[in-house]
């Protein structure tokens, strides 16, 4: 076999993109150590990988590559989610029977898929989770970011190290626009059913000075059971974070609460190889801001405020990259270093079949407590 190579992506024009890079040669069912190093360093490089043709990749070799970057782990990502009929995450989310930590998601029935018969799958719309959705008569034509996301538990587990998904089945691709609706009049040209991600890394660089000695010093409390708290609540439109309407579950309307399991993490982390700082919060699951001073913002309208205010900027379309998924692609993106979000809703008989895996990882985030 030719030898590994990786090839970072090329920006469409108008976008600024600086992450992202296509890995050739790699053979995933029997990865040498010294391949793994290459792709190990080019993930932490480049954030998100590309490897072509996939196909026959077997749910243990991509549970397998999923471990590698984390031998400690070994419990899917989100754990076992209790009450999961009130978590906003993935209510019909698969499990292939032989490998547990590997999940199919998509959209349409499935007759039979790795052990899983007659399945039904669903793709999140965002009209289920954005307070003003685009108009039905729109709808076929535009969409918008569902939910930028880190993936990860963010009560009692340590958020995975890095996601594969692999394109198992693909409807064959129109265009959408999407809408920021924000005000703003941002839009960009999307493939249907795209994965879009933008760089922590890039998101923390476009911070003022201020920002920067804020971001480093302060650090975020995210909800206990978040994906339960939040489920009343709605996300704006550019799927980044939540309006403030007062709807989020009451402490005393949650499973049990064990305190040790709420995390407070840093706002600024940093890049197991590189070092460098990525700006990481996921925010739709924040409560609380705990300031470099000891004071605890506890104003979730102005926590969010301030979130808001710091992340925004990185999601203009130019530092976009929203990826366009052909049968066979397994995507292995750092988890740690960027934000994620699934766009556009599938129609009748637009058969989507993917394969997820994560794992909640051995150790926890590492503050990046460098200069500027
Ligand atoms: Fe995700």
């Known amino acids: 076999m030719p030898a590994l190579t990786v090839e970072p992506l090329t920006p469409p024009a108008g976008s600024s993109i600086d992450f992202g890079a296509v890995i050739a040669n790699a053979d ?10 290459t792709i190990r360093q080019a993930l932490y490089t480049h954030q998100v990988l590309v490897f072509k043709n ?10 397998e590559l999923t471990r590698r970057f984390d031998p400690l782990a070994t419990t899917y990502g989100h754990g076992k989610t209790i009450d999961a009929k009130r978590s906003i995450l993935h209510p019909d989310l698969k499990t292939i029977p032989h490998q547990p930590q590997v999940q199919v998601i998509g959209h349409g029935t499935i007759e039979s898929y790795e052990g899983l018969h007659n399945i039904t799958l669903k793709h999140p719309h965002h009209r289920t989770f954005h307070r003003d959705p685009i108009p039905l008569e729109d709808d076929y034509d535009f969409t918008r970011f569902y939910r930028w996301h880190i993936d990860a538990a963010l009560y009692g587990l340590n958020p995975p190290m890095v996601t594969t998904l692999l394109a198992v089945r693909v409807p064959s691709g129109r265009r ?8 703003s009049g941002e839009t960009m040209e999307v493939p249907l059913g795209t994965t879009a991600f933008v760089s922590g890394e890039r998101m923390y660089d476009l911070l003022s000075g201020e920002d920067r000695k804020f971001a480093l010093r302060a650090r975020v409390e995210y909800a206990p059971h978040p994906y339960i708290w939040m489920s009343p609540a709605r996300s704006r439109p550019t799927g980044l974070g939540m309006y403030s309407d007062n709807l989020e579950l009451p402490l005393s309307d949650l499973p049990p609460i064990d305190e040790s399991s709420i995390q407070v993490l840093p706002m ?13 919060i996921h925010p739709s699951a924040v409560r609380k801001i705990h300031c470099a001073d000891g004071t605890v913002i506890d104003d979730l309208e102005r926590v969010r405020e301030i979130v808001y205010g710091l992340q925004r900027p990185a999601i ?3 530092y976009v990259y929203a990826h366009d998924w052909e049968e066979g692609d397994l995507v292995l993106f750092h988890n740690r270093g960027v934000l994620h979000s699934v766009v556009g809703a599938f129609g009748e008989g637009e058969v989507r079949l993917f394969r997820q895996c994560n794992l909640a990882a051995g150790e926890g ?6 200069g500027n």
């Open 365 to 370: 985030v590492v503050a990046y407590e460098g």
């Open 268 to 280: 600024v982390w940093k890049n197991p190889d590189t070092g460098k700082p990525a700006l990481q």
């Open 316 to 318: 203009s379309p130019q």
């Open 176 to 183: 959408q626009t999407l809408r920021y609706d924000d005000g």
């Open 28 to 37: 995933l069912e029997n990865l040498t150590d010294d391949d793994f190093t």
């Open 54 to 63: 996939q196909h026959h990749l077997t749910p243990k070799a991509q549970y």
